[in-house]
């Protein structure tokens, strides 16, 4: 079996940082593509940020200049390093990761969702 946990939202000001982090356990082969997900109220979910296990990083827009994405391939865990943040940064932030789990000789690879951490910005 496999856990995604992630971690690390709060309440800050407008203007302040923030770290999540994201760490995968269990009976792990590899970890591919890790990412992180926001869902503001009434809003449909939005990629933040991604990094492929080689380091290869790709932002929204919006964030560019500001989030720092990350991954430690020893411990399986991805951070997203948050500076500068903004009332519209507000969201449940959600780690994902494309897994790998050996069963037998076949490698399996599924995508599994880590239940969500809440940041929150104040103006």
């Known amino acids: 079996q496999v856990h995604l946990v992630d971690s690390g939202g709060g309440l800050v000001q407008a203007g302040g940082s923030l770290r999540l982090s994201c760490a995968a356990s269990?009976?792990?082969?590899?970890?591919?593509?890790m990412s992180w997900h926001r869902q503001a109220s009434g809003n449909q979910r939005e990629l933040v940020a991604s990094i492929t296990n080689g380091g290869t990083t790709n932002y929204l827009d919006s964030v560019k200049g500001r989030f720092t994405i990350s991954r430690d391939n020893s411990k399986n865990t991805m951070y997203l390093q948050m500076n500068s943040l903004k009332p519209e940064d507000t969201a449940v932030y959600h780690c994902?990761?494309?897994?790998?789990?050996?069963?037998?000789?076949?490698?399996?690879?599924?995508?599994?969702w880590g239940r969500g951490t809440q940041v929150t910005v104040s103006s």
């Open positions: 994902k990761a494309i897994i790998g789990t050996q069963r037998g000789t076949t490698t399996y690879y599924d995508q599994y």
């Open positions: 269990g009976n792990i082969f590899s970890v591919n593509t």
